[in-house]
């Protein structure tokens, strides 16, 4: 088809670039129809904002925002807000995308969207911080809402900066509105799980990983880059598991020990330490590259967008990559992974854990209601696990890597969806 060319790749480290590369592979091999490609590639709205704050020292700084509404196909926009000072609208248009098809791969009723706002929380007050995020809702009073788009955490911000928006919106509506975000404190109509939900979808995704590849847990080893909320949970489930957890990392560095880390002892000492592994002891201290390259059953990279590049993909020595960060593995790495035999468990499917449990939470408000934590983890294991077979099933079918069989799979049923609804 003449109208999908395969997208030359301009800046090969630009998650947008990445995610259009692998959406144009995808379509291709699904053969959809030209203007269906248009229809799922170009985001539905875009709103850049600019958020005056007071700053402690007295005086106003100017914060720019994004929202980007990539898809309401199959319902309400869905994905976090992110607060980091590299954010950029690219890379939220990527990060909107992916939600689309994130949510499209577990079968949840969302589109997908993704906000940000460039700023650097960890030199900001929490007054400050609140005044941002306060500011930013009432800038997008008209973007969310319950049936219409509805924000969670992701990198920079947590359940603190959700109950900050839900107070603000429901302020400005004149009464209590809980389902306009998730992934707030459970005493504000949180739910249970979800804190933990985006790092069990990882180690469910990598124990079904194993299966395929025949790895016993109890005889693999494992190392995790990025010990925040995604890492660190990830990392404590499959040590529950068996799984010999060898290095862990944050910003600080990387942290190796071949004979495994106790990961809850790890946790704890990073409550401990202001939330950083910086002088964690019984560990030998490596960068965050070197614990890529580590010989290791299984690696799960769970801190940013494109660690994994063309320059270290040949020196990686995991048999199973289980993605717990959006976007980690760069196009231009995808065809070296694949060579290697490396069984990759993309993003779109392995980190959807978290929005899973955040329809749980959009569920309970909805009702009134609370579910049981083991309600919650018995139902959003079992999504995960059927996705991760489906998607399975899907690269045998169509003969290719798991990665571009997530995005068959989601780019088939968005598509399916338009056609019952139709356009104009
Ligand atoms: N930020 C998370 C993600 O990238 C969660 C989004 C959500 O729960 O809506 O999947």
Same mark, same amino acid.
């Given at each position: 088809?003449?109208?999908?060319?395969?997208?030359?790749?301009?800046?090969?480290?630009?998650?947008?670039?990445?995610?259009?590369?692998?959406?144009?592979?995808?379509?291709?091999?699904?053969?959809?129809?030209?203007?269906?490609?248009?229809?799922?590639?170009?985001?539905?709205?875009?709103?850049?904002?600019?958020?005056?704050?007071?700053?402690?020292?007295?005086?106003?700084?100017?914060?720019?925002?994004?929202?980007?509404?990539?898809?309401?196909?199959?319902?309400?926009?869905?994905?976090?807000?992110?607060?980091?000072?590299?954010?950029?609208?690219?890379?939220?248009?990527?990060?909107?995308?992916?939600? %689309?098809?994130?949510?499209?791969?577990?079968?949840?009723?969302?589109?997908?969207?993704?906000?940000?706002?460039?700023?650097?929380?960890?030199?900001?007050?929490?007054?400050?911080?609140?005044?941002?995020?306060?500011?930013? %809702?009432?800038?997008?009073?008209?973007?969310?809402?319950?049936? !219409?788009?509805?924000?969670?955490?992701?990198?920079?911000?947590?359940?603190?900066?959700?109950?900050?928006?839900?107070?603000?919106?429901?302020?400005?509506?004149?009464?209590?509105?809980?389902?306009?975000?998730?992934?707030?404190?459970?005493?504000?109509?949180?739910?249970?799980?979800?804190?933990?939900?985006?790092?069990?979808?990882?180690?469910?995704?990598?124990?079904?990983?194993?299966?395929?590849?025949?790895?016993?847990?109890?005889?693999? %080893?494992?190392?995790?880059?990025?010990?925040?909320?995604?890492?660190?949970?990830?990392?404590?489930?499959?040590?529950?598991?068996?799984?010999?957890?060898?290095?862990?990392?944050?910003?600080?560095?990387?942290?190796?020990?071949?004979?495994?880390?106790?990961?809850?002892?790890?946790?704890?000492?990073?409550?401990?330490?202001?939330?950083?592994?910086?002088?964690?002891?019984?560990?030998?201290?490596?960068?965050?590259?070197?614990?890529?390259?580590?010989?290791?059953?299984?690696?799960?990279?769970?801190?940013?967008?494109?660690?994994?590049?063309?320059?270290?993909?040949?020196?990686?020595?995991?048999?199973? /990559?289980?993605?717990?960060?959006?976007?980690?593995?760069?196009?231009?790495?995808?065809? /070296?992974?694949?060579? !290697?035999?490396?069984?990759?468990?993309?993003?779109?499917?392995?980190?959807?854990?978290?929005?899973?449990?955040?329809?749980?939470?959009?569920?309970?408000?909805?009702?009134?209601? !609370?579910?049981?934590?083991?309600?919650?983890?018995?139902?959003?294991?079992?999504?995960?696990?059927?996705?991760?077979?489906?998607?399975?099933?899907?690269?045998?079918?169509?003969?290719?890597?798991?990665?571009?069989?997530?995005?068959?799979?989601?780019?088939?049923?968005?598509?399916?969806?338009?056609?019952?609804?139709?356009?104009?």
């Amino acid at each position: 088809m003449a109208y999908i060319e395969p997208a030359p790749i301009k800046d090969k480290e630009n998650p947008l670039e990445s995610m259009m590369s692998r959406f144009d592979e995808a379509a291709r091999k699904l053969g959809i129809t030209e203007e269906m490609y248009y229809i799922l590639k170009v985001p539905y709205r875009q709103v850049t904002v600019g958020l005056p704050v007071m700053m402690d020292n007295g005086k106003i700084k100017v914060f720019e925002g994004y929202r980007v509404l990539h898809s309401n196909i199959l319902g309400p926009s869905k994905g976090g807000i992110r607060f980091d000072p590299a954010v950029t609208l690219d890379e939220v248009k990527a990060l909107a995308a992916w939600m %689309t098809w994130k949510c499209a791969v577990v079968d949840i009723p969302y589109g997908g969207g993704k906000g940000g706002v460039a700023c650097n929380p960890r030199e900001m007050s929490v007054g400050e911080l609140e005044r941002l995020m306060r500011a930013y %809702t009432v800038a997008m009073l008209d973007v969310f809402g319950p049936d !219409k788009d509805i924000p969670a955490p992701d990198m920079g911000t947590s359940p603190r900066e959700m109950a900050w928006l839900m107070d603000e919106y429901s302020k400005a509506k004149g009464m209590t509105v809980h389902a306009v975000v998730t992934g707030k404190p459970v005493v504000l109509g949180g739910s249970l799980g979800r804190v933990e939900a985006t790092g069990r979808g990882v180690m469910v995704s990598a124990l079904a990983g194993m299966e395929k590849l025949r790895i016993n847990p109890y005889k693999a %080893t494992c190392a995790v880059q990025g010990f925040g909320n995604v890492g660190s949970h990830a990392a404590r489930l499959l040590f529950e598991r068996g799984v010999k957890i060898v290095a862990i990392s944050d910003m600080t560095g990387g942290y190796y020990n071949e004979q495994g880390i106790d990961i809850e002892e790890a946790m704890r000492y990073v409550e401990k330490n202001n939330k950083s592994l910086e002088g964690y002891a019984g560990a030998e201290k490596i960068s965050n590259e070197d614990l890529l390259t580590l010989p290791v059953d299984i690696l799960v990279p769970a801190a940013k967008e494109d660690v994994i590049t063309e320059e270290n993909a040949h020196q990686i020595k995991a048999k199973l /990559i289980v993605e717990g960060a959006n976007g980690p593995t760069s196009a231009t790495a995808d065809p /070296i992974i694949n060579s !290697k035999g490396i069984l990759a468990v993309p993003d779109i499917l392995a980190n959807a854990g978290g929005v899973t449990v955040s329809y749980f939470e959009w569920v309970q408000n909805r009702l009134g209601y !609370k579910w049981t934590q083991e309600r919650i983890e018995r139902r959003s294991d079992r999504i995960m696990k059927d996705a991760f077979d489906k998607v399975y099933q899907a690269s045998l079918d169509y003969d290719v890597p798991m990665r571009i069989a997530a995005y068959i799979v989601a780019i088939d049923k968005v598509s399916q969806t338009y056609r019952f609804r139709g356009g104009y």
